[in-house]
């Protein structure tokens, strides 16, 4: 998985809302397989954004950019609610892999 693709989709997640790990690597063409270092990843990189990265129910990982807690008091000051430990889904960014092109407009 390139780096540079997995910059631009980490930055690319909008305050307040959060993408997978999984999310994170099938919209920068990573294999699936490869959502598990992930945050290893991100930790090291220091990508802006990384911490709206969650595992795929919602919560924060134990060990997310090594402060969980950390992590957990940025998204709450942008505005992503929380119930019962889990982000909302509903501001859940998924990607858009393989979706076909949009049909070119008439000439």
């Given at each position: 998985?390139?780096?540079?693709?997995?910059?631009?989709?980490?930055?690319?997640?909008?305050?307040?809302?959060?993408?997978?790990?999984?999310?994170?690597?099938?919209?920068?063409?990573?294999?699936?397989?490869?959502?598990?270092?992930?945050?290893?990843?991100?930790?090291r990189a220091?990508?802006?954004?990384?911490?709206?990265?969650?595992?795929?129910?919602?919560?924060?990982?134990?060990?997310?950019?090594?402060?969980?807690?950390?992590?957990?008091?940025?998204?709450?000051?942008?505005?992503?609610?929380?119930?019962?430990?889990?982000?909302?889904?509903?501001?859940?960014?998924?990607?858009?892999?393989?979706?076909?092109?949009?049909?070119?407009?008439?000439?």
């Open positions: 998985m390139d780096s540079e693709a997995l910059r631009e989709i980490v930055e690319s997640i909008p305050p307040g809302n959060w993408m997978s790990y999984a999310d994170v690597v099938a919209a920068a063409g990573g294999e699936p397989r490869q959502a598990i270092g992930l945050n290893q990843r991100l930790t220091g990508f802006a954004g990384a911490h709206r990265v969650l595992k795929v129910d919602g919560t924060i990982a134990p060990t997310a950019l090594g402060d969980p807690e950390k992590v957990r008091r940025k998204l709450k000051r942008e505005g992503l609610r929380f119930e019962n430990g889990k982000a909302s889904q509903e501001a859940r960014v998924r990607p858009d892999v393989g979706a076909p092109d949009p049909e070119p407009a008439a000439a």
